[in-house]
């Protein structure tokens, strides 16, 4: 069974700080994606990168893709309340259709 | 109505029952899946389908039976379930994986339906 897990699995963090979360696999992926979810609804879109080294930023949010394709991180700076929320990656093998989610972080950010 | 949209939002059903989920996708997208949200878990993929035709069935039990009548709309038909199906189902909807072109079949979620099995 392939597996991404997410670290970590849980944060609580004060408004203005900076974060980082992270998403690990053995696995070599051909795209990798990034969602929130909120309480109550599906998860979103927020970004989705398919090369090597791969960075992309989404105002406050930065993504990168690993060199080897097998792992991303997602640096949020100066956090708002608003980013409070499940983080969910998702990764694709050689471009079908089967995407496996990673387990979650779940951020909260304290006013 | 835009984007994906599921209802109902909540049901709650006994073992007994039958009912069904309905997704609608406004994205003019050819493919459409089911997944499962439970605590705790990783998001399950359990059927896709392309085109209306069915493409995957992750080792669904037999008591979830979908339905994909056009490109746009994709039911979800319960019956007989078990308190541990309950959960968040959620559909989304891509382009078709068909497309030579696409190096990524970026997923949109609707919003979900909870399910509470009694």
């Known amino acids: 069974t392939q597996l991404l897990e997410q670290s970590p699995q849980f944060l609580s963090i004060q408004e203005g700080e900076n974060l980082t979360v992270y998403c690990n696999s053995s696995s070599v992926f051909s795209s990798l994606q990034w969602y929130r979810q909120e309480p109550g609804e599906g998860p979103v879109l927020l970004v989705t990168?398919?090369?090597?080294?791969e960075v992309k930023k989404l105002k406050r949010l930065t993504f990168q893709f690993g060199d080897a394709r097998k792992d991303s991180s997602l640096h949020i700076t100066a956090a708002q309340p608003g980013d409070t929320g499940l983080y969910l990656c998702?990764?694709?093998?050689?471009?079908?259709?089967?995407?496996?989610f990673g387990t979650g972080t779940r951020l909260k950010v304290l006013a | 109505e835009t984007g994906v949209t599921q209802t109902p939002r909540h049901l709650v059903m006994g073992m007994t029952n039958k009912k069904s989920l309905k997704c609608e996708q406004h994205?003019?997208?050819?493919?459409m899946y089911w997944y499962k949200q439970s605590a705790k878990k990783p998001l399950e993929l359990m059927f896709v389908y392309n085109f209306k035709e069915q493409t995957e069935n992750n080792s669904v039990p037999s008591r979830f039976s979908p339905e994909c009548p056009n490109s746009s709309h994709l039911f979800l038909h319960l019956h007989t379930l078990q308190p541990e199906d309950s959960a968040l189902y959620l559909c989304?909807?891509?382009?078709?994986?068909?497309?030579?072109?696409?190096?990524?079949?970026?997923?949109?979620f609707g919003p979900g339906t909870r399910l509470t099995v009694t």
């Open positions: 994205l003019g997208h050819n493919a």
């Open positions: 989304a909807s891509s382009q078709s994986y068909r497309d030579p072109f696409s190096r990524s079949y970026e997923q949109y």
């Open positions: 990168v398919v090369t090597g080294g």
């Open positions: 998702a990764g694709a093998w050689g471009g079908t259709y089967k995407y496996i």
